[in-house]
């Protein structure tokens, strides 16, 4: 079975600062999707950012990025320039591609806090 | 654009009732499934489908029932309620790419649960 390891239980930053966000899993598979999710107090998941495991290069969006890697089971999130908005529990999942998996693996999550 | 809608979205219950939360998507989507988050523990898998007249278990299905009639609804029925299942419980969709289940995970607002 896969496992998802976020060891950072709680995490805090002052605005407009950088923060990184730790994530581990453990896979035997080649082929599978990392997202980050994030759930603000509203309770709403929302997605972050997704990254392919056959994808060298890391994914981006705006403000947040990953360094995604492959070899050592990595995959962390960097936010930069943290605004307010970005208070939330973040959590790291993992899926296998394929036409008989339908599992979804989440991290504990990490709770972030971003400080005015 | 509803996206998953969950219903009720709080609910308290007495030990030994039964209940149902609905879930229904208007994005076509085959697969569904529910999760129930735990402090700690992040997203665990409860029940899944990847189409109507198909379901399988997760992690976590004891206590749990579901079905699958229509492509737009999936149902979470508990038949006994008991204070473990005191949870949040998330529904989540996603779709089918050349028979692949491919994609991020698309949740609903979430249900939060108490049984007294």
């Known amino acids: 079975a896969q496992t998802v390891t976020q060891s950072q239980p709680e995490m805090s930053v002052q605005e407009a600062e950088t923060v990184t966000l730790s994530c581990t899993y453990d896979t035997s598979e080649s082929n599978y999707y990392l997202f980050w999710y994030k759930q603000p107090p509203s309770r709403q998941m929302i997605l972050v950012i997704r990254?392919?495991?056959?994808?060298?290069q890391n994914a981006t969006e705006n403000r947040f990025s990953v360094n995604f890697q492959k070899a050592a089971k990595s995959f962390s999130l960097k936010i930069s320039d943290s605004q307010l908005g970005d208070t939330a529990m973040y959590f790291c999942a993992f899926m296998k591609v394929g036409y008989n998996f339908n599992k979804f693996y989440f991290g504990s999550g990490t709770k972030l806090n971003v400080k005015p | 654009n509803a996206g998953v809608t969950q219903t009720p979205k709080f609910q308290v219950l007495k030990t030994g009732q039964s209940m149902t939360l609905q879930c229904a998507q208007d994005m076509n989507h085959e697969y569904m499934s529910w999760y129930r988050q735990d402090p700690g523990m992040g997203l665990r898998l409860i029940h899944y489908?990847?189409?109507?007249?198909?379901?399988d278990q997760g992690e976590v299905p004891n206590g749990y029932n579901v079905s699958r009639s229509t492509t737009e609804d999936f149902p979470l029925r508990l038949l006994s309620a008991a204070p473990s299942q005191t949870s949040v419980y998330f529904c989540a969709s996603r779709r089918k790419t050349g028979g692949a289940l491919t994609g991020e995970l698309f949740f609903g607002e979430g249900s939060r649960l108490t049984v007294l």
């Open positions: 489908s990847v189409g109507a007249g198909i379901t």
């Open positions: 990254q392919e495991a056959y994808k060298q």
